[in-house]
């Protein structure tokens, strides 16, 4: 485990216990994606906020601002924190760590379906019903189209990947093939 994702484990898990105490865990989850995907998604505001000419309660201000009441101040103040200790860059992989670790809670498991065309609302529910079966946790899906497989489905949770796609099957016949070849 990199240090990073060590550091961010241990935010995430100070985060959820307050809030499992307040009953936050699912709000404190979408909070969270909001600041990340934010931050994510425009590169001037992470700009400013790795900038050094720019003062650390600048930085917390304008957050501030910009989110205003769409964060609790659990969440605020764990950003804040992390800001304070030059740690800003983190913030995805704490919302990562979070989920993991709201979900192992929770028994509830996030699962990423890659296919090459979307899932329809009926085979993401289907998906989710036979993972949810064999794993005896909630699945989430999250569905990601990826036309380079051709067909079929991959689908990734935690570090567990399942690759059912036609490009998986043929990658691994081209390797039997090229053994047997030797």
Request: aromatic residues 4%; hydrophobic residues 45%.
């Amino acid at each position: 485990m990199s240090r990073g994702t060590v550091v961010a484990r241990r935010y995430a898990k100070a985060l959820f216990q307050i809030v499992r105490d307040q009953g936050l865990v699912a709000e404190t989850e979408t909070q969270l994606k909001l600041i990340a995907d934010v931050l994510e998604g425009n590169a001037e505001i992470r700009a400013f906020l790795v900038a050094p000419n720019i003062t650390m309660a600048q930085k917390q201000q304008a957050l501030r601002e910009a989110f205003g009441d769409k964060v609790s101040p659990v969440v605020m103040n764990m950003v804040n924190l992390l800001i304070e200790r030059g740690r800003e860059s983190h913030l995805s992989a704490v919302l990562d760590a979070y989920l993991q670790i709201a979900g192992e809670a929770l028994g509830r498991i996030d699962a990423q379906v890659m296919t090459p065309t979307p899932l329809g609302e009926d085979e993401q529910a289907k998906l989710a019903a036979k993972f949810s079966e064999w794993l005896g946790k909630e699945v989430r899906i999250t569905n990601v189209v990826k036309p380079e497989l051709l067909g079929g489905v991959t689908v990734r949770i935690g570090d567990t990947l399942y690759d059912g796609s036609l490009r998986g099957k043929l990658d691994r016949l081209e390797k039997m093939l090229q053994t047997t070849a030797v």
